[in-house]
Every structure is written in C-alpha cells, then in structure tokens.
C-alpha cells in the first residue's frame, strides 16, 4: 500500500498532536522535525482544520492542537480524508468487465481494499501512539546496550 504525500503528512501531524494534548505547535516545527515540506502541510492541517481533528491557535505563539478523540479516531479516520483506497487495475484496452481473468482481478483488489480498510479502521490514533512509545524505548534500550559494549 503506497500513501500520497497528504495522507502520510497528515498521520504524522496528527500523531504528533495527539501524542500531547496540551501540546501546541506550529507547522513548521512539525515539518522540521520530520523532515517534510511545510508549504504541503499547510495545505494538509487545513483539512484536519475542517474536519475536526487539530484546531487553528491564532496569534502570537499560534500554531495547532489536536482537538480530535485519540481513542476512537482510526487511521482509517485520517487517511480516507485525503484519499480513498481504492485499487486501479490499469485494464488494457481491450479488457473489460465481460473479460472473466479481468473480473476476477477486480474481485481481488477489491477484497485486499476492503482488508485494507478493516484492519487501518482497527488502530486508534491511541493504539498508534502507544507503539510509537514503545518502538522509541525500543530504540533508546538498543542505543544505550550499543554505547556499553564499545
């Protein structure tokens, strides 16, 4: 599965936020952090802006917040804001819906984008948080073991 830039964008904004309730920051210190366009995600918090999920702080020190349910928003949630997970079989010409081979590949795209959404519509934005917790321990605890053997 291959997401656009504004999906990725927004996942990584919104975790960011939600990572923190009371966490306030600018798209160009999200942007910065990870290394993404803030001209792009901009454009990407505008969407969120409108669909509930962050809320524009304004004036000096302004910037964002999450203002979304970090247990019942799913990744789905966000995802399905800048894309619709559908699969595009690239049919020849000549293919078509009366040709058997090409009805049953688009019987199987459509199972997998369906698998696709049932399993992203399972993880919270808690659930995602709480790995990224514990993959960042993870990571620390491997640091950490590797500076002690040198």
Do not use: C
Request: proline share 1%; net charge neutral.
């Amino acid at each position: 599965m291959k997401l656009n830039k504004a999906s990725l964008f927004a996942l990584i904004a919104v975790l960011e936020l939600a990572s923190d309730a009371e966490k306030q920051l600018s798209t160009t210190d999200i942007a910065q952090k990870h290394g993404i366009s803030t001209h792009h995600l901009a454009k990407v918090m505008r969407n969120l802006t409108h669909a509930g999920l962050v809320q524009a702080v304004r004036g000096a020190g302004g910037g964002y917040r999450f203002s979304g349910n970090v247990r019942r928003t799913t990744i789905l949630d966000v995802i399905q804001l800048f894309e619709t997970l559908e699969s595009e079989l690239d049919v020849p010409k000549w293919g078509g819906d009366a040709d058997p081979i090409i009805g049953e590949l688009q019987s199987i795209t459509s199972e997998i984008d369906n698998l696709t959404k049932a399993v992203l519509d399972t993880i919270t934005l808690a659930t995602a948080l709480k790995n990224t917790r514990i993959r960042a321990e993870l990571l620390t605890n491997q640091a950490a073991a590797g500076n002690s053997t040198s």
